[in-house]
């Protein structure tokens, strides 16, 4: 089966940084993504990794140890249109699973 | 970046009748989509897997009768939830592959369905 797991909330200011953390347990690995979802809407697709290490994109990073089942995204400069759910979703045979999201509220 | 068209986005109907949903890919051929479930502050839930020319393949759990998955060509894939309930209303977002060797899933806009 798949567990992943991601903190519910976080708040954050206008301006800051903020890392969100998803740990997961699959049976099966071929890849983890991050994705953003507004709310009412369908998510967006926001990274992909493979393998170990940071891969870096614009405001957005994300990171991925595969011998400890644990990723981050780190969100940078935070802007008000941040504010959003983040899934973390590993894959598996081409099949994704989602963990529950992360509900990210910027303040100014 | 690749494009998947959902329709309807909002649907409202009777308890007893039954809802169709449409995704297309409109700038690639797509031999696999997905079906995802999502109800409110929850996340996504795989239902099924939707090939191009074979029957689905569903999750455990989700009804194959209740839920039929039709993938006739490979930008189209439907989705009817027969004899509705209001326990079916739900966001359902359809996603397509884009390539075999990357796992990348572009999303549909989702299908609001109310049952009443």
């Known amino acids: 089966g798949q567990n992943i797991d991601q903190p519910t909330e976080m708040t954050a200011t206008e301006g800051a940084i903020v890392q969100i953390n998803c740990t997961y347990q699959?049976?099966?690995?071929?890849?983890l993504f991050w994705y953003q979802q507004h709310a009412g809407e369908a998510p967006t697709f926001l990274s992909y990794?493979?393998?170990?290490g940071l891969e870096e994109k614009g405001r957005f990073s994300s990171f991925l140890s595969r011998s400890k089942g644990y990723s981050y995204l780190l969100l940078k400069e935070l802007q008000m249109k941040d504010s959003a759910s983040y899934l973390c979703?590993?894959?598996?045979?081409?099949?994704?699973?989602f963990g529950a999201g992360t509900t990210v509220t910027v303040r100014a | 970046g690749a494009v998947v068209s959902q329709h309807p986005s909002r649907v409202i109907c009777k308890s007893g009748t039954s809802v169709k949903i449409e995704c297309r890919s409109l700038?690639?051929?797509?031999?696999?989509m997905f079906w995802y479930r999502q109800f409110p502050k929850q996340s996504l839930m795989l239902m099924a897997t939707?090939?191009?020319?074979?029957?689905?393949?569903?999750e455990q759990g989700v009804e194959k009768d209740k839920f039929l998955i039709n993938h006739a060509s490979l930008t189209l894939s439907t989705l009817t939830v027969t004899s509705a309930h209001p326990e079916d209303s739900s966001f359902y977002i359809c996603?397509?592959?884009?390539?075999?060797?990357?796992?990348?899933?572009?999303f549909g806009e989702g299908s609001r369905l109310t049952v009443l």
């Open positions: 699959t049976s099966g690995f071929n890849g």
């Open positions: 979703a590993v894959t598996n045979d081409y099949k994704l699973s």
């Open positions: 990794n493979v393998l170990d």
């Open positions: 939707s090939n191009e020319g074979s029957k689905a393949t569903y």
């Open positions: 996603s397509a592959r884009l390539a075999a060797n990357t796992g990348e899933l572009f």
């Open positions: 700038d690639f051929q797509a031999t696999t």
